[in-house]
């Protein structure tokens, strides 16, 4: 190896040193080691305008906090707790490894509250759905309802309440019911009952047929609104078939 390229090699490790204690990381692991585990990790969705701002800023230098990763036994597991959007961003940016952050975790509900308190403390503030979903599976892997209610600070009472306001799918498993189909919990619910829980706004249904009709009455409606004229004649259609057998 030549001169120049022994100097190369030692800005490029000089440079990794000082990213890693900056990140305030255990250590480097490739990105392809890397778990993303949705058993455990409370967001449902990854905002894709967060990835785009995260590896824009690495492209300048930024240099963000270590993701945290899950060990066992002082040994990465790889699964993350938190950092999937700086994840993310440097897969973006074909970068090959991260500054990681270990945390024990000697079971399963330990991965699982890690991870919620991890991404409660910063970023986007957790959905009721994502707050419902980690009070279910916390629930299930044995967590007290005192406990519960304390990592998500509501009484537990309310905590008591969010566990009965679950389905269950075709498949067996256990789904959040947004508000205005909380009806549901504890019943069989279909695929579209499925699908339509993960599109519902989170409103009841009586607010939804009020505004229509008011949106109707108002005369707020387009005449030439080809596509809303088609739905309003399936839903004319389909209220039709179940009004006859109420």
Partial sequence: MSNRQTKVKQRVSANKDKVLKLSKGDMYLPLDTLIQDRSIYPRRNIVE???NAYADAIKVGVVFP??????KNERPTGRILDGWHRYEAHLKLNKKQIPVKLVECDTELDA?????LLNVEHGLPYSSIEIKQ??????????SIKQIADDIN???KKVQTMIKGFGITASGNTVALKK?????????ITKKQEALNNKWIG???????RLLNQYLEAGAMKDDDTTFIKLMDQ?????SKIRKGL
């Fill in 66 to 71: 270590a993701i945290i990763v899950e060990s």
């Fill in 134 to 143: 980690y009070v279910k599976t916390a629930e299930e892997l044995g967590m």
């Fill in 49 to 51: 305008n967060k990835v």
């Fill in 235 to 239: 839903l004319a259609n389909t209220w």
């Fill in 112 to 116: 699982v509250r890690q991870s919620y």
């Fill in 154 to 156: 509501k009484p537990e």
């Fill in 203 to 209: 409103q009841s249904a009586t607010v939804y047929a």
């Fill in 180 to 188: 205005g189909l909380g009806h549901l919990n504890q019943s069989r």
